[in-house]
């Protein structure tokens, strides 16, 4: 986990009625709470665990339109804008920085595919540049591979996953949100195919509507109510240096990403290599899932993990509706995979074999939820009104996550979206549509 998350403290009362129950205090649905509570609506923001506890705190937190899937770039020209107003919005530093991202390669595959996303970036006015070789190199020198050339996407940027959530949640609240840690929600209460309340281990809040922003448990917490959401997830490792010599804000090249803190420190991690654990969940939507299984066998590590056994993916949380399992499980917090620990200080350690200070200080693990095509779900539930779906980020949720709750607050109020919200509906994995699977 990230020992240096900012924690902020829950509100006492939990209220009775609201317009809206948030479930999930990530970025998507603490963005959400938000998005809501300056729209003049009543928001409770619920978690399970503290604020960020899952995904939104292991992330390495890049914001980036670069390289992103066509039908990921409205949310993204949304997100990115959302990020630069947050500060002056909230009057507080939620540590968005613009940096700009540099890749190198040594795959002429993967350069042609960094090459011909060229017509995206110019649909959507993007600034980005290609590289030579010989400047790649200038920001990533060439020890371990040759690079062929690389990429400077101007505009793009990181965020600080220690301080993101809690800040923007402290936003929120300004705005009138209430929030609520150790409070999971246990399911929904609903009459005549309608949401009417959520159940919580406090009591119930009466609601008008519901956002389901559970991140890797939000298939879960939907499945009791007969809503079939394909969602699976896959463990990252990650690591944070001490501070150290400064090698350039963010990079990325096939032995490993980097990430600089403003505290001089890196997040240091390898961009797609995950380990994928058998589990009744990833059983259960094999078939689905299978597409993108194939397309990216090569980075991922195949075994068998405790998620068989508990968290979302697990025989219990598959086989049984238990309402107490999210507040059995408040933290998913896995270890990080020692093999690919290793791998991430060789390689980093080869690339400048004079670095001066490159000391590990601690890794953690973290469950990403995806979903078939990954690219998330942003979409109300047919045959259950007032339920929104906002998960299955797949990798890519954290500088997404503004531009997604702006469009699931949207949904969940009816009001008119402010981008097209049909690739992200949930019945495109039961209607019949041809699923493709998307840029991580
Ligand atoms: C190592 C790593 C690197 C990454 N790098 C990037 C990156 O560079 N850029 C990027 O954009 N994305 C990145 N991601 C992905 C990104 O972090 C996620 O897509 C994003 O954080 C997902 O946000 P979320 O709000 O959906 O989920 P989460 O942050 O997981 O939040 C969901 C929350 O819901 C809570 N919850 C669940 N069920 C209940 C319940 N019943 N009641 C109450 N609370 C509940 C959970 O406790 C959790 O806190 C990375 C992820 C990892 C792990």
């Given at each position: 986990m990230?020992?240096?998350?900012k ?5 006492e ?6 317009d809206v ?5 990530g970025?998507?649905g603490?963005?959400s ?10 928001v409770a ?10 995904q ?6 890049w ?5 992103r ?11 990115m804008?959302m990020w630069?107003?947050?500060a002056?919005e909230i009057?507080?530093?939620?540590g968005?920085r613009r940096t700009?991202l540099?890749?190198?390669?040594d795959?002429?595959k993967?350069?042609?595919?960094w090459a011909?996303w060229?017509?995206?970036a110019?649909?959507f006015?993007?600034?980005t540049?290609m590289?030579t ?10 020890n371990?591979?040759?690079?062929v ?7 793009d940027g990181?965020g600080a996953?220690?301080i993101?959530?809690?800040t923007?949640?402290e936003?929120?609240?300004a705005?009138?949100?209430?929030i609520?840690?150790?409070c999971?929600?246990r399911g929904?209460?609903?009459?005549n195919g309608r949401?009417i ?5 406090r009591g119930?809040?009466?609601?008008d509507?519901?956002?389901c922003?559970?991140?890797?448990w ?21 690591m ?12 990325y090249?096939p ?8 505290d ?6 390898i961009?797609g290599?995950a380990?994928?654990?058998?589990t009744p969940?990833g059983i259960?939507?094999?078939r ?15 075994t ?5 056994f508990t968290g979302?993916?697990?025989?219990g949380s598959?086989?049984?509706n238990?309402p107490?399992i999210?507040?059995?499980?408040r933290v ?6 020692p093999r690919l ?8 350690s ?10 590990i200080?601690h890794?953690?693990?973290?469950f990403?939820d995806?979903?078939?095509d990954?690219?998330p779900?942003?979409s109300?539930?047919?045959?259950l009104?007032g ?12 500088g997404?996550?503004p531009?997604?709750a702006?469009?699931a607050?949207?949904l969940a ?6 981008v097209d ?6 019945q495109r ?10 840029a991580?």
């Amino acid at each position: 986990m990230n020992p240096a998350i900012k924690r902020i403290a829950s509100d006492e009362k939990l209220p009775e009625a609201v317009d809206v129950v948030v479930v999930g205090g990530g970025i998507i649905g603490t963005c959400s709470a938000y998005v809501l509570a300056k729209r003049g609506l009543s928001v409770a923001l619920l978690e399970k665990g503290y604020l960020g506890c899952e995904q939104s705190s292991r992330t390495w937190g890049w914001c980036r339109k670069q390289n992103r899937d066509r039908r990921e770039m409205p949310l993204a020209m949304l997100s990115m804008d959302m990020w630069d107003a947050f500060a002056g919005e909230i009057g507080k530093d939620v540590g968005f920085r613009r940096t700009g991202l540099i890749y190198a390669t040594d795959n002429e595959k993967e350069l042609a595919g960094w090459a011909s996303w060229r017509s995206v970036a110019e649909e959507f006015n993007v600034d980005t540049h290609m590289l030579t070789a010989a400047q790649a190199a200038e920001f990533i020198p060439e020890n371990r591979r040759q690079w062929v050339g690389g990429l400077h996407s101007v505009a793009d940027g990181r965020g600080a996953p220690e301080i993101a959530v809690p800040t923007i949640a402290e936003g929120a609240r300004a705005l009138g949100a209430t929030i609520h840690q150790e409070c999971a929600a246990r399911g929904l209460d609903i009459a005549n195919g309608r949401v009417i309340g959520v159940e919580t281990e406090r009591g119930l809040i009466r609601c008008d509507a519901v956002v389901c922003a559970g991140g890797a448990w939000a298939s879960r917490f939907v499945k009791p109510h007969g809503v079939v959401f394909p969602q699976a997830s896959v463990r990252q490792t990650a690591m944070r240096t001490r501070p150290m010599e400064n090698l350039g804000e963010v990079l990325y090249c096939p032995d490993f990403a980097m990430t600089r803190r403003d505290d001089g420190s890196y997040t240091v991690a390898i961009s797609g290599r995950a380990t994928l654990e058998v589990t009744p969940q990833g059983i259960r939507y094999f078939r689905q899932f299978l597409p993108q299984f194939i397309q990216r066998l090569k980075a991922v590590q195949l075994t068998a993990g405790k998620s068989f056994f508990t968290g979302p993916d697990s025989l219990g949380s598959v086989m049984t509706n238990d309402p107490l399992i999210f507040e059995k499980n408040r933290v998913l917090d896995p270890d990080p995979n020692p093999r690919l620990m290793k791998e991430m200080v060789r390689n980093v350690s080869e690339t400048w074999p004079d670095l001066a200070g490159f000391e590990i200080d601690h890794a953690w693990g973290a469950f990403v939820d995806c979903t078939p095509d990954a690219i998330p779900v942003i979409s109300k539930v047919d045959k259950l009104g007032g339920l929104v779906i906002a998960a299955g980020s797949s990798g890519h949720g954290f500088g997404l996550g503004p531009g997604i709750a702006a469009l699931a607050g949207e949904l969940a109020t009816n009001e008119q979206p402010s981008v097209d919200a049909t690739p992200f509906r949930l019945q495109r994995f039961g209607d019949g549509s041809s699923i493709e699977v998307g840029a991580i």
